[in-house]
């Protein structure tokens, strides 16, 4: 999952209320705080293509699919969709991407460096007493 816009979480119930592929893919978007039509634009997605994705007449393509949820920075059509297939969502997370991974260790390497730091910081200033 490549969540690329500003994080626009969803809870697991607004994409259980809704009925349709064409519903989640319109929770995405409000989510968000867009409106179809800018979405459309950013992404220079065909809009009579886009209508028959929300009415549930033409299957969506990946690449597309994953930039509107990339673009929106949530993934609820994706849940939605593992949902209708009968999915607890409760049990599905999310695997650090190779970027979370090395800020991560970054994060432990920069706190164990404080950390030994503090220990010189105080070791100097008990010898020098």
Avoid: H
């Avoid at 994705?53 to 969709?81: H, Q, R, T």
């Amino acid at each position: 999952m490549n969540q690329l816009g500003f994080p626009s979480p969803v809870t697991l119930q607004e994409v259980a209320r809704e009925k349709t592929l064409g519903g989640a893919i319109g929770l995405c978007i409000k989510a968000a705080g867009y409106e179809p039509k800018q979405v459309i634009d950013a992404l220079k997605m065909d809009k009579a293509q886009w209508s028959r994705w929300e009415s549930g007449s033409e299957g969506v393509i990946w690449p597309k699919f994953e930039s509107v949820m990339d673009y929106c920075g949530n993934d609820a059509p994706l849940l939605w969709m593992n949902l209708a297939r009968g999915y607890d969502l409760t049990s599905i997370r999310r695997q650090e991407t190779a970027l979370e991974r090395e800020l991560r260790i970054a994060r432990e390497e920069n706190a164990q460096l404080r950390q030994d730091k503090r220990v010189l910081v105080e070791a100097l200033r008990g010898a020098g007493a």
